[in-house]
């Protein structure tokens, strides 16, 4: 007979999506950070052959939430260091766990750049000093990110970077990012890029569309984009690099991922939540909560964005959690820096705007922000299965409240969905079975 006498967790009355996107009421047993065992609610406390648990096990009456594996956030900033007034890695990592995110994907655009293994080294120290959720720092392809000159990969990845971009710029020369994705493939490390050719967004901040014209403002036009979208696929195709592409924005950047793919070519690519949701039709006026790289679009490129998602041409949905000071927001839409929070809205808004309508069910959300992030880069985790890390979201699918962020965990309050009423927020995470945010439901099993 099995004996789970001393689980270290006991997460009781927990709804689990199946292997057939249904949900189930269950109990997850949690052993030396691991997930020991699911059972049908009850059945551990029930039979004869099983104890109840100790005094040291700690007991999480889920009472019928959603719990998820961790959710897994491929692009974030956590601007540390260097920015530490718009963020640090501890406040970065609290804000993910309070979304329910359990692990994410930092990018190099500090200061000084991640462009060497002493930084690195820095960003996995602090983490751990953290002591919240598993942070994945990417390195710089090129020094100061300035595209002159490759930075050292092989002392990079052994150092800990989990793949390399100059994310915030594009890599204008075409020779030398055919150089980083030759070395890469040799490293069998992925390339991840920010796509955006500088002749064609210099000075601008909106995107080419009804709002820009609305206001008598030059646009950012959908080519800057895809452009090197289009180069970057047949560099890939050439070196045979895994080749990402970050926040996916455009119709026309979709186009040629679909047709990359159609040929064979290693691509894979990512779209934010702002992205999906929101169009520059959205915008009410010159408000810089509105401004991000890429800028929103128009309502044709949003539904190419989703349907992409949908179809598989667009792998996973990422934050690109990006905080700024209040200050340097307040410039003004023209001034200020790019970038909003995402980390604590991202799972609501989705499930608000596509699973309460019943355009997505809830497991194809849930997959794409968990299962499909650890598919596309190699990680053991997102998955909620015996033997698996537990690695854990609960989510209140019935909770809605409006969007309000004082109550943010990030630095950043910089963020355009202020006063929208949203569902399904998350209520606790578990890192390696430890509960890093909501810890204060759970209790001693014999208290």
Known sequence: MTNYANVDVWIQNASVLDEDGELRQSDILI???KIEAILASGAYASADERAIGSAATTVYDAQGKLVTPGLIDMHVHLREPGFEHKETIETGARSAAQGGFTTIACMPNTKPVTDNPETVKLILDKAQEANLVNVLPYAAITKNELGRELTDFEALKAAGAIGFTDDGVGVQNAQM???AMTKAAELGMPVIAHCEDDSLVKGLYVSEGNFAKKHGIKGIPNESEAIHVGRDVLLAEATGVHYHVCHVSTE???RLIRLAKSIGVKVTAEVCPHHLVLSDEDIPGMDANWKMNPPLRTPRDVEACIEALED?????????????SEEEKAKGMQLAPFGIVGFETAFPLLYTKFVKTGRWSLDFLVRRMTQDPARVFGLESGKLEVGAVADLAI?????????????????GRNTPFTGWKLSGWPVATFVGGRAVYGAERAQNANA
Do not use: C, N, R, Y
């Open 252 to 254: 026309q950047s979709i």
């Open 312 to 324: 598989g041409t667009i792998d996973i949905v990422v934050t690109d959690h990006a905080p700024h």
């Open 177 to 179: 990012m055919k150089d």
């Open 395 to 411: 989510i209140d699918l019935e909770l809605e409240k409006a969007v309000d962020p004082q109550e943010f965990a990030t630095k």
């Open 31 to 33: 052993q030396g950070g």
